[in-house]
Every structure is written in structure tokens, then in C-alpha cells.
């Protein structure tokens, strides 16, 4: 969502999965009255949420000559943002997202502000104070004290996520369906267990304050309790701020409450997205916000696995078990493209000190099958993930995989590097456009994968030395499922454009 929607150091790509995959259609701003210039606040409705709630987003903006500043905040959301206007032309930047490219373009036109959000046409009208947003009470953090380890993700955990394909349009019959998918494509057998169904699954609170599942979700825990019979786990998310990234209600002083109906309806797994939090609490308070849920998590007595979703700010690695997490994103959004696979895995490399069995770095959801790079690209994709020792969480329709997402997702030797109880998290060294990363084994061998970042097919060798393995006594290439031979202690082999050579070394 940020995950999907989520947030603010998205790309454009991340974006796309976020503000618009929360507002959609989203018509987005509101302008000044004719003659003003685009200096005021302006109010834009959106859709109609699931849980009956409307969008809204409201544009807070300063014009002085020609450049523009302000603050755009939806309900789910906020980012600063910095334009320039020509004559009644503007163009808006978020600031802290793709800087190179505006995300919202469009003209002033008696009194209104007419353009595109990407792809999405908008008209938007001078706000009103009635527009404002309810003012919400400050909750001030935590003392930061150590939330005790619940023992899960000794190894990163895999699964499957709703958001990357599916987005808002995941219910309870998709959920179970894919239950079962997950069960006779063979996916559940080779490790793939949590089920997890991301935003847009909220409906209202209460007059107690208990946050209800909307419509598409009729009955949580029944839905738990299927997923249970297929031998899988069953996960949920929500924010720690008072709205989740699409707009939904999230557990912003309702933390105790929610962790509390998780556990009811049995829930194993939390993804928790900073979101909405951002409205409220600068950076330095991501510690102790996150450590709240931790507490609160930790209070049910039930076993969930707690995913903190911040993005990498605050340096989340060095803190991250503190608060009681077992996995952490270390990065914006992924999309299917291989720059953003790339560019999301290449930030991992300053977090690997830090992972370790009960606490992993994450680099976003898989985007395998969904349609938008190579089976070569899927390939590195899957090899990157486990050698980084990443959470394998899938983010395909699963209930109709081609015969080479199958191969790729149930690679068993590969899945088995990302598994390894060591937890050790594979670092690059770069020669040109091939990129080695080595991982340490728990049995003493080495996991090495090398990626053609290159346009062009191109030789890789693999040096016994440079992996500190002396005499090699078995090699086996892991897409190829065979065993390959070292000649001097160096093996050569070609490496398609954007692919990879993936082996486990072991030595004499």
C-alpha cells in the first residue's frame, strides 16, 4: 500500500500503489477564487470508501511569483509539496518523492483548478473552514523500554499479501480462494504460510470504540478459521496513525483495543504502516509509537508476527527488535519494474549488520508473475530477495500461475538460501555491470548470485578465492537444479541481460 499507499518517500510507481490506489479517481484540490492567484486552501471529495466514508484531500498553497509551496493532506496521508505556476498553469511536485517528474498538473479556470493527478482528471473548488479536517487529541509517546521478542520469523517469513495486485479490491471469497490456492498449487507445502490481506478491509468504530470489519469482510474470524484449516496463518494491517494510507480508520489511541480484536479473530501476523502517523508525530517519535503496538501485541498473549512498515526512515534496522518487530521495510514501494526491484534491494545493503533470526530487513512484497518484467527479471527477483534474506511474500494471483511463475515462486533450492537459519543477509561487490552478492551459510557454504545489470548477455566468473572457500567440493547452479564443475577454483558462465547466476558453493 503505501505499502500501497504508502507514503512519502514513494516513487511514482509506490505512489501510483498509494495516493492514487487510495484515492483512485480522486479528484484532489481545491483552488482560490478567480483573480487570487493559487495562494489559498483548496478542498477536492473523492470516492466513496468501502466503509461509507467519503475521500477527501485538501491543498494548503502559497504562490509567490512563480514558485509554489504547501502541503497536500488526505485522509490516509500528507506530503509537502513545490510547483511553479505560468500564468494559470501550474505543476506540483511532492516533495520527497519523484522530484523529476509533477505528479499533479493542471490550469486555473474561473475559479477552479482543472488538470490530471498522473493519469486523473480533477476539477477543484476554493475550501471552506467547514473542509478542515477534525482536530485530533496528541498523544504523547511512550517512555522507550524493550518489548520482550515473541519468538517468530527465525527465519524470514513467506507468505502471500493482497496489495501489489489486487489493491482495494481484495474481499473475504478472494481471501479464500486464495487459501486455497495457496494449498493446491503446492505453494503452502514449500513455505509460503501467511495469508495477508492488506488495506481496505476496515469498516467504523463503535460506540465503544471497536473497530468493525466493512462489508467485504462480513466476519473476520470465520475467515481466520478457514484460512487455519488450510494449515495457514492469516495476517492483517492497520496504522498507527488515525487513518490508514487508503483512508480507512486505523489505531491511532486504540491501540490496546485493536491488538485485542486481532487476537479474537486470530490473527498471526500485523503489517503496520506508518501512514497518517506522519500527520502527526515527527520522525524522532517512531520508536516509541511503534513500540506501543509492540506492548499491545505482546498483551494478547497470542503469537503475531509484527511487521513495522515505516520505509527505512529513522534508521528502523538498529531499532526495530527494541519495539518488538520481526520484520521491517527498509524502503519505499515496490512496483513491477525492474528499477524499482533493483533500486529497493540495492538499499539494503547498509541494513545487513542488522538482520538476523527473529528480525529481517524487508524491501517490499515480491512482484513475481504480475506481469511486467522477464522470467529472467523475475528470477534475479527471487535470488535478490533470498540472498538479501528477505520476507518472501507474494503478490500474484496464485489461483492462475503460469508454468515459469510456478517454477520461480516454488524453487525449492532457492527458497532454501532465503530460509537459512544462519539469517545472514548477502552484500554486493560490483565489477561493471555485474553485481556479485555472497551469502554465508549456516552449513559453511556460501550462497553467491550474480546479476547482469548490463543490456547485453555477458560472462561472470565465480572465484573459490574471492569466496574464502579454498578447494571447492560441490557447486550447483539453483535455477539450472544441476551440479556444475569449478576448473583452477574459478567457474564461467553467461548471464543473460538483467538475469542471474545463482550458486551454492561448498568447500572440500
Known amino acids: ?25 480522486l479528484t484532489l484540490l481545491a483552488a482560490p477564487a478567480l483573480g487570487q492567484g493559487l495562494t489559498g486552501k483548496w478542498m ?16 494548503d498553497l502559497k504562490q509567490s511569483g512563480n514558485d509554489l509551496s504547501g502541503r497536500l493532506t488526505g485522509l490516509g496521508f500528507g506530503v509537502e509539496v513545490k510547483g511553479t505556476a505560468t500564468g494559470n498553469h501550474f505543476e506540483l511536485f511532492g516533495v520527497g518523492w519523484d522530484e523529476k517528474a509533477p505528479f499533479v498538473v493542471g ?29 485530533l487529541p496528541y498523544l504523547d509517546p511512550p517512555a522507550l523500554h524493550k518489548v520482550p521478542y515473541n519468538g517468530l520469523a ?3 517469513p513467506m507468505g502471500w499479501n493482497s496489495w501489489n495486485l489486487f489493491e482495494t479490491r481484495i474481499d473475504d471469497q478472494t481471501v479464500r480462494a486464495i487459501a486455497d490456492a495457496m494449498v493446491s498449487s503446492g505453494m503452502r507445502d514449500a513455505g509460503y504460510i501467511y495469508v495477508n490481506i492488506d488495506d481496505t478491509w476496515e469498516g467504523v468504530r463503535d460506540a465503544q470504540g471497536n473497530l468493525q470489519t466493512n462489508h467485504k469482510f462480513p466476519d473476520m474470524k470465520a475467515l481466520a478459521d478457514y484460512v ?6 492469516i495476517g492483517i494491517y492497520s496504522s498507527p496513525g488515525p487513518r490508514t494510507c487508503a483512508g480507512y480508520p486505523a489505531s491511532y489511541g486504540h491501540e490496546d483495543q485493536d491488538a485485542k480484536a486481532f487476537a479474537a479473530w486470530g490473527i498471526d501476523y500485523l503489517k503496520y504502516d506508518w501512514c497518517s502517523a506522519g500527520n502527526i508525530y515527527k520522525n524522532e517519535a517512531l520508536q516509541p509509537i511503534y513500540q506501543k503496538m509492540g506492548d499491545a501485541l505482546q498483551a494478547t498473549g497470542r503469537p503475531i508476527l509484527y511487521s513495522l512498515c515505516e520505509y527505512g526512515m529513522g534508521a528502523v534496522e538498529k531499532w526495530g527488535p527494541e519495539v518488538g518487530g520481526n520484520v521491517w521495510r527498509t524502503t519505499g514501494d515496490i512496483n513491477d519494474s525492474w528499477a524499482s526491484m533493483i533500486e529497493n534491494v540495492e538499499k539494503q545493503v547498509p ?59 516454488l524453487n525449492k533450492e532457492v527458497i532454501a538460501i532465503d530460509q537459512d537459519p544462519l539469517g545472514k543477509q548477502a552484500s554486493p561487490v560490483k565489477n561493471g555491470d555485474l553485481e556479485t552478492w555472497a551469502k554465508p551459510m549456516a552449513d559453511g557454504s556460501v550462497a553467491v548470485g550474480v546479476v547482469n ?3 547485453a548477455a555477458a560472462p561472470a566468473t565465480v572465484s573459490a578465492a574471492d569466496l574464502k572457500l579454498g578447494k571447492v567440493k560441490k557447486a550447483r547452479d539453483l535455477w539450472a537444479h544441476q551440479d556444475v564443475k569449478f576448473a583452477d577454483g574459478k567457474y564461467t558462465a553467461t548471464v543473460p541481460s538483467h538475469g542471474v547466476l545463482l550458486l551454492r558453493v561448498w568447500a572440500k
Open 1 to 25: 500500500m503505501m505499502d500501497q499507499s504508502r507514503r512519502r518517500i514513494l516513487t511514482p510507481a509506490s505512489l501510483a500503489a498509494g495516493v492514487l490506489g487510495l484515492f483512485l479517481c
Open 44 to 59: 477536492a471529495l473523492g470516492k466513496t470508501m468501502e466503509n461509507g466514508e467519503q475521500q477527501k484531500a485538501i491543498l
Open 107 to 135: 490550469d486555473l479556470v474561473n475559479g477552479e483548478l482543472h488538470g490530471k493527478q498522473w493519469s486523473d482528471t480533477f476539477v477543484a473548488k476554493p475550501a471552506t473552514a467547514a473542509d478542515d479536517f477534525p482536530k
Open 154 to 156: 527465525k527465519t524470514p
Open 228 to 233: 487455519h484449516s488450510k494449515g495457514l496463518k
Open 351 to 409: 541494513t545487513a549488520p542488522w538482520a538476523g533470526p527473529g528480525h529481517f530487513n524487508d524491501p517490499d512484497m515480491l512482484e513475481i508473475g504480475n506481469g511486467h518484467m522477464t522470467d529472467d527479471e523475475y528470477r534475479t527477483h527471487m535470488s535478490l530477495w533470498s540472498l538479501v534474506a528477505s520476507p518472501l511474500l507474494a503478490g500474484n494471483d496464485i489461483r492462475k500461475m503460469s508454468d515459469a511463475t510456478k517454477a520461480i515462486l
Open 453 to 455: 545489470l548490463g543490456s
